[in-house]
């Protein structure tokens, strides 16, 4: 059975929405999802080095929304393939649980045992990672994948996905 | 560089003597190392069972001692392997935190990038891994090392390590 592994903000959980929902919240100012690394600092007068501080914020990761389609294309691939759900989160202590218990909200098919929180993720061992990061595709030894979202709409080297309906396509 | 992926809990914290910690502060009983899961229940009337809910509570893992040698054995290590810490620690959601900075504690060398908890270990890619669990070593595709505990004397089919100068012996 090959594995796949998949990232969770950005791909499973809604964190481009949750920094607009706080940023209007916050500073009264809607911005665009294309808007929030690049038009921020001008329309609300944030930098983007502030946003970059909720993610320390206890609430933060666990007010998540889930990302349309992604409970119902995870579960059927769970059917044909080992899935993995595997985030970057170390560098948020506050999160790691938050993280725990957002997939046992949104996602109560995947078991504990198959959830792994880690800094890096080249030493995951995967056919496939559906990531928005650079980072962690670039370094991936197996087969990556990008998960589309603003801050990565430049890359042009990696497959692409741009909702849950194209993985559904892509590996169904 | 060889990656040698390290357990925590019995390899670098030590996990036994917390629950022996905790036996004699609720139960008011001494018990040996070796006593724990066998000795208990006629000793203190304690079923192992019960011992398992305290790994769920609050503060177990925080306040865990360190294994004596593992922090300047450890540090050795990284000069000349890439050294990842690999907890399965997700079955315990509030141990994620704590184990993230019992390490920024006690090991605060090591980089938060190089920690993963997990469920299981065996999508991890490393050369070796020093665990006490006979279900990760036998799970490992690289090579195994068991860190001797109570509860795996009788395996014989690992390279064995009774304390981290043999770690040292075997490794630098």
Redo the contacts between chains.
């Keep these: 059975m090959q ?1 796949i592994a998949i990232d969770m903000d950005d791909v499973l959980a809604d964190a481009t929405g949750r920094f607009i929902e706080y940023v209007y919240q916050r500073h009264g100012v809607t911005v665009a999802r294309d808007e929030l690394r690049t038009g921020l600092e001008q329309k609300a007068g944030v930098p983007y080095s502030q946003v970059r501080e909720w993610l320390y914020e206890d609430g933060f990761f666990r007010g998540m929304a889930v990302i349309p389609g992604s409970q119902d294309v995870v579960a059927r691939l769970m059917q044909k393939y080992e899935v ?1 759900i595997v985030s970057a989160a ?2 948020f ?2 999160s ?2 938050e993280k ?2 957002w997939l046992a909200e949104h996602f109560p098919f995947i ?10 993720k080249y ?4 056919d496939y990672l559906i990531d928005d990061h650079e980072k962690n595709l670039a370094a991936f ?1 197996g087969k990556p994948v990008v998960y589309t979202a603003p801050h990565n709409v430049h890359l042009t080297a990696y497959t692409r996905v741009n909702n849950w309906a194209e993985v559904a396509e892509l590996f169904l």
């Design positions: 594995r993995f170390i560098e202590p506050q790691l649980r725990v218990e078991n504990w045992k198959h959830i792994v929180l880690c800094g890096h030493m995951i061992q995967a030894p």
